[in-house]
């Protein structure tokens, strides 16, 4: 039962770890290209242990992601809850997929993500599509197989002890 709440444990800490990367403050260039590194560390964990981590935790990070952020209120849940809902029903299918075909998916997410957040955004007041848009998904997915291996570590980790 306490190796059930330290894996727990942990996954929550990378999760807080991935909140820290997100609101840091990154020197100039570096700050228009920071990935989502909270779905990427959700992503990652839907993938790998479906049974802890699901919807609920997805949109309880997005809400903090949005406090943390000053976003509007439920933008990131909401973006968060969407896409690990589709990690969810594809799990099985991704965990057999090589990692590039896996950062094609990841590509994809977080595609979805920033025009999900974008279309909210401008709801709220008419805003411009810039090319600095893109470059997180892009950073993002050349992010993946160095989250995925040290998320897998982790996780490992464990196990060889």
């Known amino acids: ?18 909140m820290c990367l997100r609101i840091a403050p990154w020197p100039g260039f ?4 920071n990935p989502d590194w909270v779905l990427l560390v959700l992503i990652y964990w839907t993938i790998a242990v479906p049974e802890r981590i699901g919807i609920f935790h997805a949109w309880t990070v997005g809400l903090l992601t949005d406090v943390l952020t000053g976003r509007v209120f439920g933008q990131y849940a909401l973006a968060y809850t969407l896409i690990i809902y589709f990690c969810l029903i594809l799990h099985k299918r991704l965990r057999q997929f090589p990692l590039p ?4 998916f990841i ?5 979805f993500s920033q025009i999900l957040l974008f279309w909210l955004k401008n ?3 008419p805003a411009q599509l810039h090319t600095s848009f893109w ?6 997915t050349l ?5 995925y291996t040290a998320l897998r570590r982790v996780r490992l980790s464990r196990r060889t002890k």
């Open 1 to 18: 039962m306490m190796n059930s709440y330290s894996g727990f444990g942990r996954i929550m800490l990378t999760v807080v770890m991935a």
């Open 30 to 33: 570096l700050s228009g290209i």
């Open 101 to 104: 075909q896996q950062g094609l």
């Open 107 to 111: 590509f994809f997410c977080l595609l």
């Open 123 to 125: 709801i709220q007041h």
């Open 135 to 140: 470059l997180p998904v892009f950073t993002g």
């Open 143 to 147: 992010c993946w197989p160095l989250i």
